[in-house]
């Protein structure tokens, strides 16, 4: 038998995508994201029929993530919801599953690259490659950490801004 699993984040479901094969996670946050009336009926369809099962993340992997993308910068990008999924992939590695986050969300795709979980997307072409993400004055060029909560630099007051880098290997 696999232990093959796909992890449903809002724009998998709201694509369409419910594996018929395979069990399908989400947890609870992501089901509240849910708002337009054909992907709330498909969605009540599918939790009825027994093809979505709702999980959350332990707080240890919801911690791990969250240290894995603040390192990376994708916590500038990523919500909470994004983050629970995100853990509940973590969550069901550590269960001895295959989980396969379905999703259409650079950032979060970003970050299971990091985290070496597989991802799909349904609308969009996913992602290549990794990248990391800083924050800068536009002033006098002073670096900050992607956790750098001001919004003017501390040196010379100019606005604070976000930028891509690539990350290294």
Partial sequence: ???????????????????KKLPNFTTSQVIREIKDLKSQIL??????????????????????????ITESGDILR?????????ALAFTLKEDKMLPTVVTDDYSIQNALKIMGIPSKSILTKG????????????????????????????????????KRIKRSK
């Fill in 1 to 19: 038998m696999s232990n093959e699993v796909y992890v449903l984040d809002s724009s998998g479901i709201i694509g369409g995508f419910i594996s």
């Fill in 127 to 162: 992602i290549d490659d990794t990248v990391g993400w800083t924050k800068f004055c536009k002033g006098c060029k002073k670096i900050y950490p992607p956790q750098y909560s001001l919004e003017e630099c501390d040196i010379c007051g100019s606005p604070i801004h976000r």
């Fill in 78 to 86: 990523l919500s909470e919801v994004d983050k629970q999924v995100l």
């Fill in 43 to 68: 969605l009540q369809t599918a939790l009825e029929n027994g093809q979505i099962n709702i999980k959350e993340p332990t707080v240890q992997d919801i911690k791990r993530v969250e240290e894995i």
